[in-house]
Structure formats: C-alpha cells, structure tokens
C-alpha cells in the first residue's frame, strides 16, 4: 500500500517499508517534510510486518540538506528540533534502517543518511557537511561522524565543509558501499530481501546490542550539541550573516563575532 504525502511518499510490502523524500528539485527537508517524516516513522514502527525500513530520494538527488531559510533566529529553534526528532526516530528504531544515495547528500540529507544502519551510495554521489560556509554546524554530525570515520576525517569534513564522492564515502566508513548508481536499486533490493528472511525479532534485539554503548553517548551528545548551537552559536552576527547571504546570494562578510 502506498501512502502519499506532500513531501514524502512511503509503499509498504513485503516486511519493506520504502520512504521516499519528495520535494523537487533537490529534496530539501523543510519544515513540512520533517513533519512528515516523524509520522511517517512512528506510523512505519507501529508496524509489526515491518522489518526493513528503506530510504530514498526522488530524482537526482538523495538531499541536498535542511532549509537554509529554516535557520533564521526566529525559526531555527522549531527547525532543529523537529529535524532531531526525526533523527531521534531512526536511531531509535528497531526496524533495520537502509539508505540509498545518489546524487546530491548534503548537510541534513547526509546527516539523515549516516545514521541509517546500512548506506549504499552511488560512485559518484556527493556528500559533505557545507553548514561551516553558513557560519553554523552540524550538530548530528559533530555528535556522530568520529565514530564511523576517525576524529581526524570528521574535523576535516566539518571544519571545511569539504564534498566527497561516494567512494571516499565508502573508503572512509560513512557509507557502507559504494557502486554505479545503475546497480543502486538493485543492490537496495538483494539487502532487503535477504534481511525480510531473517527474524525479525532476533534483528531488532542484535541492534540494541550493536548501539548500546553508542546510544548513550549520542543522546548526552545531541543534547550538548544542540545547546551550544542554540544557546551560543545563533546568537553570533556571524550565523546570521552565513544565512542572509546564502539567501541574498552573495559572498558573507565574517567578523568573527
């Protein structure tokens, strides 16, 4: 059965649930969308028939990341946390959790993949962190990068927001593999099919044990994350003038203030 929304689309059969994110051209998560998809995932966990939870993205693109205009002063605290809910959800999901990615996997797009328990990228896919070019960051990721990367590669990735391709993705452990995007769909379709035949209960509970010394430090660290950004970084002029001129469309001017 297939559940349309405006932002996201979701088929559930087989044991497979496959979320779809939805807002062409590049699936920026808005508000909207991050609504949805907290619906969706509570909808989707309630399910018992459901062992696989698959995510993609229409188009050319997996997600280019959250919504620049969301980081406004006035909006930022109702975007980050409902962007963490959602990422609260999958973390917290018994359901395995798969990401395809192609195209572009941005900012909140990639921080939406990473914490996915298995990420199948195409070769040429481009991932990065760009929230640094904002004069902000990204706090899932300054909580969980280290832990699949190395501490080195994500203070690179974060402190430049450097792009890499999907098989530097895949080299350095934010991805699972990489392949022709060709092969995506298919490879999507194997990894599901052979996780539906396995117990459904036996994989849920082999999760909670591969997170349980992770989850305790992701929690304490979201939370410190997300005080730091809303408490010291949205009050600098530079966050601000990061966002006004992404949106006007011209280079910031830093005072590093």
């Not at 999507?188 to 117990?199: A, F, M, Q, Y």
């Not at 939370?223 to 001129?245: C, F, H, P, S, W």
Request: proline content about 3%.
């Amino acid at each position: 059965m297939t559940r349309a929304r405006t932002h996201i689309r979701y088929d559930v059969a087989d044991g497979v649930a496959c979320l779809v994110l939805n807002n062409p051209p590049l699936n920026v998560i808005d508000l909207p969308m991050m609504e949805e998809l907290a619906a969706a995932l509570a909808e989707i966990e309630a399910c018992s028939d459901v062992t696989v939870i698959a995510i993609s993205g229409e188009g050319g693109s997996f997600s280019a990341g959250v919504d620049v205009a969301a980081h406004t002063p006035d909006r930022v605290s109702i975007m980050l946390g409902s962007f963490h809910s959602v990422v609260r959800l999958l973390v917290a999901s018994k359901k395995v959790t798969i990401a395809s990615v192609h195209g572009n996997c941005l900012g909140g797009g990639a921080e939406l993949a990473m914490v996915c328990d298995i990420v199948y990228s195409s070769s040429g896919a481009r991932w990065g962190f760009p929230e640094i070019k904002l004069g902000c960051y990204p706090p899932v990721a300054c909580t969980a990068l280290a832990a699949l990367v190395g501490q080195k590669r994500a203070s690179e990735m974060i402190l430049t927001g450097r792009n890499i391709s999907g098989d530097e993705a895949a080299a350095i452990g934010l991805a699972t593999r990489a392949m022709p995007e060709s092969e995506l769909c298919d490879a999507i379709k194997t990894c599901c099919r052979d996780l539906t035949h396995l117990s459904s209960a036996a994989l849920s509970l082999t999760k909670k044990a591969i997170y349980a010394w992770d989850s305790i430090h992701f929690d304490k660290g979201l939370a410190r994350a997300e005080k730091i950004y809303m408490e010291e970084l949205i009050q600098t002029a530079d966050a601000n003038e990061g966002v006004r001129a992404f949106m006007e469309k011209r280079e910031a001017k830093w005072i590093g203030k």
